[in-house]
């Protein structure tokens, strides 16, 4: 398997992207889309799988993925009707290759069989009429046709497809389809035929041709059928017009009411289901097709190793620290021999200056990946979820093209998913619930990304049943998370995100989507790992909109530097409310604890000073400088020897050895080539509780 | 295995030991170190090797962390140049802070004395072997001990 391992790599990359195309395409044919790309490209990426793994020697995989072909074969023949078991059974499909890529991805070779599913297909297939005879599938259209077969249309050729019936007792159907094919060359471009040209050419043929041709006047379709029906024995001619369903939906786009895509997971029992599908069909197909929700072209990307990026992004930092003592180095000269003499020195520097911050633009670019690559795996979850729920769903997706930093993107999949269970679960109501409700039977869930200043904001939200907030207050209080006075005078908001607390749920049931004891502190947790900060509101009876608002890199963040007892820290800017100055009389002492008040609520404070140094030290100064933090529900005033400024810092991961630290989510440079560590504002008021009640006992 | 082996004495105290050259990135005068509140003692901080933010640990504190009971001559020297040996293990950057770096010498296998046959040491779960040179002993580390992350250990 040696020279196997090689390609190992190559070919599981390119088996996800392949299966993430797969998943899209089949989505789409659930959204009744009927544009014969869709089926073709279904048909070549299964097509392109069945080789790569027939060659990596994975049979098991290639023969489900030549089953999956010949299915697709016979949909495109119009053999089979799209139905909801055939999208089942395409996605079961899918759900198996996708599992036996993660076996390989975990390094053993032991595919499990699936004879189940291969049966289940094969009755798929018998539903349809078995005999092979010549149709679209014998076509060879590759990706070549297909370009070509685009450029004719847009140069308004008719392009289509043509099929001939020979007699069956014509002795010589090779002769005849061979003149058959030599009529249509006089008429236009044949693209590709079915005998092949070269079968044909030597007279083999079994009484049917297909052709894939394209026409230059369109308007001479019914002289060019009525020549062919001329030829003797020549029993039928059925032209098929590739570009008709196309330009179907081009007209429909231009009444597109919204730049979104559309997913409805079609509901199998409930009434409401017929009525929505008359209701949203409309707007399914416009979206589809003004590019948005169209099963999106895979872009050409050059594919780099992450830690590549890494590597490189290391090597920057080294070059902007030796900038920064080039430039020191050129003061120094210029005060020893005067600006002449440095002058050449000065122009040098000043373009490396230039050139590494041009560098540091760029490379922060080369990180950032689009949201599609997240939003492009949504459809099929929501779909999933839906179904197991017995929920109508509407999924609109916003702003798939807006960038983040590729870590972001990597992290940021698991948190939405557990907030997209939770409205599908908890949020959203069945359809029956709703009509009572007089609200639209399906649920709406919209999803979206955006860029608004500085940050990325994500954005989930349900037009569900909505959270109580005196029940989050109720359960508070029985948890103990409040005492009872604090949760009546506290605002439905804040009350409503006590639900990130850890432990902290209101469903009583256990359900098989949301699970059991990973909560809203998880996604909070992950979250805030990233430095983003969540938030939740909501309207009883009417939805639930959670928002995540992340830095737009993690690369680079903005901080602000305090000095504590001699040494720089890095606070995370997301984490600051406000510094503070206040006179040392104005502590007050909440039994172990010391606290201010801050425009009349009582904030804790954390010394830094004995936090970092583990000793008390005694200060004359009259005034204490406070960074007041925040970690969504808890804040804290941090207590520091004083503020050094905001800037902005490139976050560097801590090396393995020491794994992970108490309070620090990791270190940066700072200008003088010392090391800054990076407060982690969440895990260090966590930590202060137990930091504090250990000094007291 | 008779085979030769370059090794770069340090000294923490009065101690001598000896750490395989081909596991030494390089070795750098003692800088700047940013503390690490809350880690372990023998954690020195971090300090900044070109860009790359390493962590760097007491070399005589972590030995006695790791052995208790093993007993070094820690008592200060006053000719000391004290220096950060940067290690790299399997390309993760640790630095060990020692009182000084003495040499780089080439030592044949066979003149290692395992450390139970010597029977003069208690250190064997540290030390991979001993042997003499001049008038001194000098202690070959088991640098993979060492080098081992703390995750497993659990910091603060």
New interface residues.
């Given amino acids: 398997m040696s020279s196997n391992d090689e390609y190992m790599g190559l070919f599981l990359a390119e088996m996800e992207e392949q299966l993430e195309t797969l998943n899209q395409c089949v989505l789409a044919l659930e959204q009744s889309d009927r544009d014969p790309e869709t089926i073709n490209r279904l048909f070549r990426v299964a097509h392109t799988l069945k080789g790569s793994s027939a060659t990596m020697g994975f049979e098991l995989m290639a023969e489900l993925t030549h089953r999956m072909e010949n299915l697709l074969d016979d949909v495109r023949n119009g053999k089979i009707e799209i139905s909801e078991s055939l999208i089942d059974a395409l996605f079961a499909c899918l759900d198996q290759l996708q599992s036996w890529r993660d076996t390989l991805a975990g390094g053993s070779q032991d595919l499990e069989p699936a004879a189940d599913l291969l049966g289940s297909l094969e009755k798929l297939g018998q539903s349809s009429d078995a005999s092979p005879t010549s149709d679209m599938s014998e076509l060879n259209l590759t990706d070549t046709v297909i370009a070509n077969s685009k450029a004719f249309l847009a140069q308004n050729w008719w392009v289509g497809s043509v099929n001939i019936k020979i007699a069956d007792d014509c002795m010589m159907k090779g002769v005849r389809a061979f003149l058959a094919y030599n009529e249509a060359k006089q008429w236009g471009e044949v693209l590709s035929t079915s005998p092949t040209a070269d079968d044909l050419s030597e007279g083999a043929c079994d009484g049917n041709l297909l052709m894939w041709l394209a026409i230059s006047n369109r308007d001479e379709i019914e002289q060019f059928r009525a020549s062919l029906q001329e030829i003797p024995e020549i029993t039928e001619v059925s032209l098929s017009a590739w570009s008709d369903s196309a330009e179907k939906q081009k007209d429909l786009s231009l009444t597109a009411p919204e730049n979104s895509t559309v997913v409805h997971p079609g509901g199998s029992s409930a009434k409401a289901a017929d009525k929505n599908k008359q209701s949203t069909h409309g707007a399914q197909k416009a979206t589809k097709a003004d590019g948005q929700g169209k099963v999106s072209e895979a872009n050409e990307y050059l594919r780099i190793e992450a830690n590549k990026l890494d590597d490189l992004m290391?090597?920057l930092?080294?070059l902007?620290?030796d900038r920064a003592r080039l430039t020191q180095i050129e003061s120094e000269l210029e005060r020893k021999y005067g600006a002449e003499g440095t002058e050449s020195l000065g122009e040098v520097s000043q373009h490396i200056s230039l050139v590494s911050s041009e560098l540091q633009e760029c490379l922060l670019k080369l990180r950032m990946s689009p949201m599609s690559l997240v939003f492009g795996r949504l459809p099929r979850i929501v779909r999933d979820l839906s179904h197991q729920l017995g929920k109508e769903v509407n999924l609109r997706l916003e702003g798939e093209e807006t960038e983040l930093d590729r870590s972001v993107i990597q992290n940021i999949f698991e948190p939405l998913i557990h907030l997209i269970r939770n409205s599908l679960d908890h949020g959203l109501e069945t359809s029956e619930e709703r009509i009572a409700q007089n609200k639209p039977p399906q649920g709406e869930l919209l999803i979206k990304a955006e860029q608004v200043g500085g940050d990325i904001l994500i954005t989930v939200k349900d037009d569900g049943r909505g959270i109580d907030a005196n029940l989050i207050r109720q359960t508070a209080v029985e948890r103990g998370v409040v005492s009872a006075s604090d949760a009546k005078v506290t605002s439905d908001l804040e009350a409503l995100n006590w639900i990130f607390q850890p432990g902290f749920s209101t469903r009583k049931e256990v359900t098989e989507v949301s699970g059991r004891g990973v909560g809203m502190d998880v996604v909070k947790h992950k979250v805030e790992e990233m430095h983003g900060r969540i938030q939740l509101e909501s309207v009883l009876g009417s939805g639930t909109l959670t928002s995540i608002t992340l830095p737009l890199t993690l690369a680079v963040i903005r901080a602000l530097l305090v000095d504590v007892g001699g040494?720089a820290y890095t606070i995370p800017l997301g984490n600051v409310i406000e510094t503070l100055r206040i006179p040392r009389k104005d502590v007050v002492q909440l039994g172990v604890n010391q606290a201010v008040v801050v425009r009349g609520k009582t904030v804790s404070l954390i010394n830094l000073l004995e936090?970092?140094?583990?000793q008390t030290q005694a200060t004359a100064d009259d005034y204490i400088s406070i960074v007041l933090v925040s970690s969504g529900v808890r804040q804290a005033g941090l207590v520091v020897s004083n503020f050094i400024g905001e800037q902005e810092v490139v976050v560097?991961p801590?090396?393995?050895?020491?794994?992970?630290?108490?309070?620090?989510s990791g270190?940066t440079?700072l200008g003088d080539?010392?090391?800054?560590?990076i407060f982690d504002i969440p895990a260090l008021l966590q930590g202060v509780d137990v930091f504090l009640k250990r000094q007291a006992g | 295995m008779n085979q030769e082996a370059q090794m770069v004495i340090v000294r923490v105290g009065k101690s001598r030991f000896a750490l395989d050259v081909q596991l030494i990135r390089e070795i750098i005068k003692l800088k700047p170190i940013t503390p690490i509140p809350h880690a372990p003692g023998f954690v020195e901080g971090l300090i900044n090797l070109r860009g790359q933010i390493v962590s760097v640990i007491n070399l005589g504190q972590r030995l006695s962390s790791l052995e208790k009971g093993f007993e070094f001559n820690a008592e200060p020297q006053p000719l000391t140049e004290e220096r950060i040996v940067v290690m790299n293990q399997g390309g993760e950057l640790i630095g060990l802070r020692v009182d000084a770096v003495d040499q780089v010498m080439t030592i044949d296998a066979d003149s290692l004395e395992h450390p139970d046959e010597s029977g003069k040491q208690q250190a064997q779960g540290i030390v991979d072997g001993v042997f003499q040179t001049g008038d001194s002993l000098v202690l070959k580390l088991k640098s993979g001990l060492l080098l081992q992350p703390l995750n497993q250990e659990g910091v603060g």
């Fill in positions: 290391n090597l930092g080294e902007v620290i040494d936090w970092c140094s583990s560097k801590l090396d393995k050895y020491l794994g992970r630290l108490q309070g620090f270190a440079l080539g010392r090391v800054s560590l």
